[in-house]
């Protein structure tokens, strides 16, 4: 299950953004147009209506039969990878992506996937050498760094995991983003003292964080602490959306179960960065986008 975590880091959350139903047929790639050109064409513009629809299953499987037709297409490749990623094809999408970075060398959203592969792989200094190499931009530069963070922390270097967080504020995060991993950070380096800190200070900054109510109400439940998980817990019950984890964790609590940590390994870590950028991806505008991210 974990293993999976990362490469599709929570796909079912897909279910935030607002996409257009998607056709249960399969798409009909062109192959009997008289010459490959013609059937190159005919499958970039059945590409190109699936991805306006946001159908990205079959956008990814005709931008690839395009692509199979003109493999020296640099466009056809950029967009076969985008595709490949966002409708959850990760591995092909790795594939396709270092075709991307030999073309354009500062190319994002590659670097990216190169390094989420290499995370997968637990080769983290491969992971922290893509990121590296990669262009910075305004949105991106968050989203490499908070990579940056779990690759460091799944090679041993909680120092250098630590000194990417504090610049993530700088990088456009909020204080309840950068105070989560920080926590997140810290209790899986076993540095309980201050991961409760770093918790406490990411609910200050956002009382009602359901990741972060549960990662510190596990941090508690872990340490033997019942007394204050249940008031925890307590109080969180006055937010009904937070009702799920507040009754997982009082069945533990009663069935005296202890629970592991919410993010348990970097891979993890990686995964849950990318989804909490995602989550706050849901304006029209953006729900491509956001989808790459939740894959």
């Known amino acids: 299950m974990r293993k999976s975590y990362l490469l599709n880091s929570i796909a079912g959350a897909a279910l935030l953004l607002s996409t257009a139903a998607q056709a249960n047929t399969d798409p009909v790639i062109q192959t009997q147009l008289g010459d490959a050109g013609a059937a190159t064409f005919g499958n970039y513009l059945s590409a190109h209506v699936a991805a306006g629809d946001h ?18 297409n640099a466009d056809l490749i950029n967009k076969a990878f985008l595709y490949a990623a966002a409708s959850g094809d990760i591995r092909d999408a790795v594939g396709l992506a270092a075709r991307v970075v030999a073309n354009n060398p500062d190319d994002r959203a590659a670097r990216l996937a190169l390094a989420i592969g290499a995370i997968h792989r637990h080769d983290f200094a491969a992971a922290r ?10 949105f991106t530069t ?42 997140l950070i810290l209790d899986l380096a076993g540095h309980d003292a201050d991961a409760e800190t ?65 993010v348990p390994d970097a891979q993890s870590g990686a995964a849950e960065g990318l989804f909490g950028i995602a989550a706050s991806l849901t304006d029209a505008t953006s729900a491509d986008i956001a989808v790459l991210y939740l894959r």
């Not at 050498?129 to 305004?138: E, F, H, I, N, V």
């Not at 406490?200 to 510190?216: E, F, G, H, S, V």
């Open 55 to 72: 159908n990205m299953t079959d956008a990814s499987t005709l931008y690839r039969a395009a692509l199979a037709a003109d493999p020296e």
């Open 129 to 138: 050498k893509q990121l590296s190499q990669s262009s910075q931009g305004p």
């Open 142 to 183: 968050l989203t490499l760094l908070l990579a940056d963070t779990w690759a460091a922390q799944g090679a041993g270097d909680t120092n250098s995991a630590l000194k990417d967080i504090g610049g993530l504020n700088k990088a456009g995060a909020t204080d309840a983003l950068s105070m989560y991993h920080k926590a």
């Open 198 to 262: 770093a918790y406490q200070a990411a609910l200050k900054a956002d009382a009602t964080n359901p990741r972060a109510i549960d990662a510190y109400g596990r941090f508690l439940e872990r340490a033997g602490r019942v007394a204050d998980a249940r008031a925890l817990y307590t109080q969180a019950k006055a937010d009904d959306t937070l009702a799920p984890i507040v009754d997982a964790g009082m069945a533990r609590l009663d069935g005296n179960q202890k629970p592991d940590r919410l």
